[in-house]
């Protein structure tokens, strides 16, 4: 069963830092590139802000490049997302997703998703 566990979440000042964790099991790391989403309240849900696949450059949305940094431990099948610089518009529910990396990544693309974690950034 593909599990994909995300954690790391929580309140920061505008400006800080804060480090996601997103924990995958149950299909070999590198089958998928593996995102980041996120979904503001009551908006849809936006992305990849950052994905990482085994086969090209990681991908950054506009929105967050030199801010977010993708980076992934295979040891522990695990993928990170660095946020620094963080605005308060950037509160979100944040989701990792699992699936293909087409040269214009979507939600769709993505075949199996995290339950998210919070993130909220104080002005």
């Known amino acids: 069963e593909v599990q994909l566990v995300e954690s790391g979440g929580g309140l920061v000042q505008a400006g800080g830092s804060l480090r996601l964790s997103c924990a995958a099991s149950g299909f070999k790391f590198g089958d998928y590139a593996i995102g980041w989403f996120r979904q503001a309240l009551g908006k849809e849900r936006e992305g990849p802000l950052a994905l990482t696949s085994r086969d090209t450059s990681p991908f950054y949305a506009d929105a967050v490049k030199g801010r977010f940094t993708i980076s992934s431990d295979k040891a522990q099948n695990t993928v990170y997302l660095q946020m620094n610089s963080l605005k308060p518009e950037d509160t979100a529910v944040y989701y990792c997703?699992?699936?293909?990396?087409?040269?214009?990544?979507?939600?769709?693309?993505?075949?199996?998703w995290g339950k998210g974690t919070l993130v909220t950034v104080s002005s």
């Open positions: 997703g699992a699936g293909s990396y087409f040269s214009d990544p979507r939600p769709a693309d993505m075949y199996y």
